[in-house]
C-alpha cells in the first residue's frame, strides 16, 4: 500500500516570496499529480509527472524517482495561489489515486 | 473539450435515506473514478467505472454503489445515509484505467443530518 507524505501541513507566506511543497511516496508509482483545491472544494489538476520537471507559469514540479519524492515550487507567490495544494500518486497498473492530505498555503499581501 | 461536470453542487439529505450523485466525464474519457473527502483528509478512493464495468473498489461498504453509462457518465449511489457519509465526492474522469491524465469535477458536498 502506497503512503503519501507532503509537507508542510500549513504554510503561511508574504506575497513575493519562493514556495516550497514537498511529497514522499513508499511505492513505485506509474504518475504523480500536483492538485490545487480552493475553498469549496473544486480540485484543479496542476501537473502530472512521471519524470523530470514541468513548468507552467510560476509554477514548477520536479520528480525523483529513486528517492520517491517530488516538490512544488511556486516562484513570486501572490494572495490568490492560496489553497491546499495535494500530492497524489497512481500506481502502476492500479485504478486508483493514493492522496496526501494537502498543505494549506496562505499567502498574505 | 468540455471538463468534468457534477451535480448537485449541494445536497442535504436525512438519516437513513438513499441518494444519487451524477458526473458527466470529459469528452473523450472512457474510465470514471469517485472519491470521497471528508473534512479535512485527502480524497479516498470509493471505486472506478472502465466501459461501464466496476474496475476497482476501495474500502467502502455495498450501500455505496454505482454505474457508468454507455456515455461514460457516471453515478455514484449511497443508500442507508450515515452521518459520516458527510463529505465532498469528487468525481475524476482519465483515458485509461492507470492512473494517467486525471480531469476532476468541482465535486458534490454532501450533508446528512
Known amino acids: 500500500k502506497n503512503e503519501v507524505e507532503q509537507s508542510p501541513q500549513n504554510l503561511t507566506a508574504q506575497e513575493g516570496e519562493f514556495i516550497t511543497i514537498n511529497c514522499s511516496y513508499s511505492v513505485g508509482i506509474s504518475a504523480l499529480h500536483w492538485l490545487q483545491q480552493h475553498p469549496g472544494g473544486g480540485i484543479v489538476s496542476l501537473f502530472m509527472?512521471?519524470?523530470g520537471k514541468k513548468k507552467h507559469g510560476r509554477l514548477i514540479a520536479t520528480i525523483n524517482i529513486q528517492e520517491k519524492h517530488s516538490s512544488l515550487h511556486i516562484t513570486a507567490s501572490h494572495p490568490r495561489d492560496s489553497a491546499v495544494y495535494i500530492c497524489?500518486?497512481?500506481?502502476?497498473?492500479?485504478?486508483?489515486?493514493?492522496f496526501g492530505k494537502g498543505t494549506k498555503l496562505t499567502v498574505n499581501p | 473539450e468540455t471538463g468534468v461536470t457534477q451535480s448537485p453542487t449541494h445536497l442535504i439529505k436525512t438519516r437513513g435515506q438513499q441518494v444519487t450523485l451524477r458526473c458527466s466525464s470529459q469528452?473523450?474519457?472512457?474510465?470514471v473514478s469517485w472519491y470521497q473527502q471528508a473534512l479535512g483528509q485527502g480524497p479516498q478512493f470509493i471505486f472506478q467505472?472502465?466501459?461501464?464495468?466496476?474496475?476497482g473498489r476501495g474500502n467502502f461498504p455495498p450501500r455505496f454503489s454505482g454505474l457508468q453509462f454507455p456515455n461514460y457518465s457516471s453515478e455514484l449511489n449511497v443508500n442507508a445515509l450515515e452521518l459520516d457519509d458527510s463529505a465532498l465526492y469528487l468525481c475524476a474522469s482519465s483515458w485509461n484505467r492507470g492512473g494517467y491524465g486525471y480531469t476532476f469535477g468541482s465535486g458534490t458536498r454532501l450533508t446528512v443530518v
Open positions: 467505472y472502465y466501459r461501464e464495468e466496476e474496475n
Open positions: 469528452s473523450g474519457h472512457n474510465t
Open positions: 497524489a500518486v497512481g500506481e502502476g497498473g492500479s485504478e486508483k489515486l493514493v
Open positions: 509527472l512521471s519524470s
